[in-house]
């Protein structure tokens, strides 16, 4: 919201779904229904997961290139998938070493 100026009751209007919603979204209070999520992450351009991922940096979520990712990762065949998630698994080991 900060990123694009929108106010809560402004998303909330595009959203379909009410300004308190979108407020106990902001505060983390009561676990919001999937489908309101779903209807504001909308607002933005983001699929679901790309608002609920906590620390997800938004340049990623402009650019399309996680969203692919992910698209890709998810066409992949089953023994590709283990590959990708192995690889990850050591990038990311390496980086918690290297950082």
């Given at each position: 919201m900060e990123e694009t100026k929108l106010s809560g009751p402004e998303v909330a209007r595009k959203a379909g779904v009410s300004p308190k919603t979108v407020n106990n979204m902001v505060n983390g209070r009561h676990g919001p229904r999937l489908?309101?999520?779903?209807a504001?992450?909308?607002?933005?351009?983001?699929?679901?997961?790309?608002?609920?991922?906590?620390?997800?940096?938004?340049d990623l979520k402009q650019t399309?290139?996680?969203?692919?990712?992910?698209?890709?990762?998810?066409?992949?065949?089953?023994?590709?998938?283990?590959?990708?998630?192995?690889?990850?698994?050591l990038w990311h080991?390496?980086?918690?070493?290297?950082g």
């Open positions: 489908d309101h999520v779903d504001v992450a909308r607002v933005f351009g983001l699929d679901l997961w790309q608002l609920i991922h906590p620390g997800l940096r938004s399309g290139a996680l969203a692919r990712l992910v698209d890709l990762y998810s066409d992949s065949p089953p023994d590709a998938q283990l590959h990708i998630l192995q690889t990850a698994e080991a390496r980086q918690q070493r290297a």
